[in-house]
């Protein structure tokens, strides 16, 4: 078996770890990233592609902790959308600058004040009535309409443009084993993408693979408490004729509906996640959609479903689960002496994550190799995904 040799191994190549993939590169840190299936192909490319600024949160008087902690991220982002941030991310395509965010509930306390005081903030405005749009106005919500400062992004563009930097570094395979050292890994026996095995060794390890992080915490000995499933069935509207980004709230601290559109050819796909996609989690395929329509024509009336077409996208959203048996609301790493588990927890947490990681005394304390890097650029490379949109689906007319 071959040997191959970085000073970090980063395992999954999500949006976390090519992030912190990149940040280690500016250290001047050799690194290589392992992928077991596509760049970003478990929840990054599933995501909706939202920099979340924790306006919905805590509408309802909860989750007021997330709310907080989401405040300060997307300026880091959009530091780097516009080329003065961290990274150059440049080149990812920007989808919508705001999202609108209203109620159907006749009674929903505290919606209103909340939203008052969001926009004396600075981070709503609510939206006069001659400007709403015709969807909007055909069903006019109960109170006022208001424009959410937060951005949504393509994704795929996004995990484009942080693959591209670490190219000849991102490699296509599975881990077979873990090679235990005192505390932490020596080195993870690796079945690559084209049958052959390898042995990667290095002075630090970092674990950013969703689900794969629970076979990393198991290795490491965290334990099988110590990460936690919760899966959403996405639901997909194809044939759109206009795009729309938007949350439909309710009393419910998970919005009725959360409303983001993708290109499609000549039309447009509507990806729908809240509460459509946790309560589709329990439901089968054909029972998510036909609940989804009956959602859907209620909150739009005046659009033409019947001339839509219907798919869902299962997620396997892999989280950690911290002492307490919760889910922490801000992005958490575990260390077990060189070697790291890391979540985001939410796409927008990615920059701090990775911020964290090099923080850590398991990466801060790598000594300086004396053997130069492997190559790894003719191992099989890893390249990106597809989005749901995008994949073969069984589409159907309602």
């Not at 795929?156 to 881990?175: C, F, N, Q, W």
């Not at 076979?215 to 759109?240: D, I, K």
Request: with cysteine; hydrophobic share 40%; glycine share 10%.
């Amino acid at each position: 078996m071959n040997s191959y040799h970085c000073d970090v191994v980063v395992v999954g190549g999500g949006v976390a770890g090519l992030w912190t993939a990149n940040r280690l590169v500016q250290q001047g840190r050799s690194v290589v990233v392992l992928e077991a299936k596509a760049l970003g192909g478990g929840q990054t490319l599933a995501s909706q592609g939202i920099l979340h600024g924790g306006v919905k949160y805590g509408i309802d008087g909860a989750k007021r902790e997330i709310a907080h902690q989401l405040r300060d991220l997307p300026p880091r982002w959009l530091a780097c959308l516009g080329g003065q941030g961290e990274l150059d991310l440049k080149s990812v395509r920007v989808l919508a600058r705001e999202q609108l965010l209203w109620s159907r509930d006749r009674i929903l306390g505290g919606f209103a004040s909340a939203m008052a005081r969001k926009a004396m903030q600075g981070v709503v405005e609510e939206v006069p009535k001659n400007h709403w749009p015709e969807v909007i106005r055909s069903s006019p919500p109960t109170g006022s309409l208001y424009a959410v400062q937060e951005v949504v992004l393509d994704i795929l563009s996004v995990v484009t443009a942080l693959s591209k930097p670490l190219h000849g570094k991102l490699i296509a395979g599975d881990i077979h084993q873990f090679i235990p050292r005192e505390s932490g890994l020596a080195a993870l026996e690796v079945a690559l993408a084209n049958g052959a095995q390898i042995r990667l060794e290095a002075e630090a390890f970092v674990f950013t693979a969703g689900t794969g992080n629970e076979r990393a915490a198991e290795a490491l000995g965290f334990g099988s408490t110590a990460t936690q499933r919760r899966p959403l069935r996405m639901v997909m509207a194809r044939g759109m004729n206009f795009p729309f980004y938007g949350h439909c709230v309710t009393a419910s601290p998970k919005p009725r509906a959360t409303i983001t559109s993708h290109p499609s050819d000549d039309s447009w796909v509507w990806y729908l996640g809240g509460e459509i996609a946790e309560k589709g989690a329990a439901l089968n395929p054909s029972e998510t959609i036909e609940r989804t329509a009956k959602e859907m024509r209620a909150i739009f009336p005046s659009v033409g479903w019947h001339t839509v077409e219907w798919a869902c996208h299962a997620v396997d959203r892999a989280e950690p689960r911290d002492s307490d048996g919760r889910l922490p609301p801000e992005p958490y790493v575990m260390a077990r002496g060189n070697t790291l588990v890391a979540w985001p927890a939410k796409l927008v947490y990615a920059p701090l994550l990775a911020t964290r990681i090099l923080a850590s005394p398991s990466l801060m304390n790598i000594s300086s190799k004396t053997l130069p890097p492997s190559d790894f650029s003719k191992l099989p490379q890893a390249s990106p995904g597809c989005p749901p949109w995008l994949l073969p689906q069984a589409w159907t007319r309602l």
